[in-house]
């Protein structure tokens, strides 16, 4: 059960625990919608449908091996000479071939095995003269690949919400599949507010700084598997955010904001939500990324992200993502956490998630991590070449030699 807000900000959730607001992230899903695209169309997407094999893996009893069909019988005690009888490259030469007893087809790897033949030896172990060959090994009933043996046919072989990584795409193909049934790509508004902000390429005026968040962010739902829409950042006036918001809404399945969500005169996101959107909860208890909202502006859902460059990834990570998944009916693309043990003391804020950013060493005592870099939420640096998130919750210590779990980023 997630722990009850203990707080409330003009009636709705205020301060909540980071388990209480995916919770109220997941009461507002968006609905997955299904779409037929091309295997050549598949690779990240999220499977909307469990895929039945349409055939048996392999479709036929085959060869692994470059060598000789023969029966098992005619190789013991060798060395064996027999008369070939054959040659079996592909299906087509198959049904002509037959072995027996005294006799050996050649064969090449994944042709069917002809018939009378009950195993195979590899071509390194046979000597070949005109019409026959000696065997100067036992043959190997196991170099037989027997049909139906990775996947039987009507087997259930991938399951809906199934992340389509390359192997699994090459395996829809080898169940026959040449469309796929995936879920749509979410179309995801990316906003950035900031007077303050210019986009790279352009030049800085003092009180001046690059744009960042858009581009991590636009990334991020690109690895989820989803498709990011980039707008223009947005100055801070409330009738240019509104034009923006409006924008996203009507073009966009969900919209991330970055910047202006916190307690100052210019948090503009916060202004309008509380004003004229449907706002569902206000800040969360994690560090780095406290100031983030949720809820809804004409229907589409948003996420006001906070607009330190730390924070807005590290908010996407631990909030968008499990809600983008949970609307996916899927878990994947799966997280990795692992345990480690602290080499540099890690600060912990009480009653918080504390995610600092570490790198990881697989040393001979173990995964350990260390914290390298200065940990403001303003120094993107530490995000770029860190190895994971600390995840130290209630009870964690955050002192050297203690255990830690971490959230490895990708
Ligand atoms: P705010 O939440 O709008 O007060 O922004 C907090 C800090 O993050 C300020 O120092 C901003 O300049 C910075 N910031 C806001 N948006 C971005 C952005 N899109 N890219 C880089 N830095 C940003
Ligand atoms: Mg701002």
Redesign the pocket.
Known sequence: MPQQSEDTYRGIPYFISLEEAIEICYDNPISAEIEKVSIDDAHGRILAEDLKSLVNDPPFDNSSMDGFALRHEDSKNPPNTLEICGTIQAAADSGSVVVKPGQAARIMTGAPIPEGADSILMIEKCDVEGSVVTLNEEAKPHFIRKKGENLSLGKVSLTKGTYLRPARVGLCATMGYPEIPVFRKLKVAII???D??KSPGEKLEFGE??????YGLAGLVSWLGHEPVRMN?VS?TIESLRQALDEAAENCDLILT?????M?D??L?RKIMEEEGDLKFWRVKIRPGS?PLFGHWKNVPIFGL????V??HVVFRMLVAPFIRKSMHTQEPKELELTVTLQDKVKVVDKFLTLRRVTVHNTENGLVAMQPRHQG??N?ESLASGDALTLLGEGDSGEIGSECKVLILG
């Open positions: 950035s507010t900031g303050e902000l700084l690059y744009e960042s968040n858009s950042s801070d970055s910047g202006g969500v916190s100052g210019w948090d996101v100031p906070p607009g330190n460059p924070s807005s939420s303003g993107l």
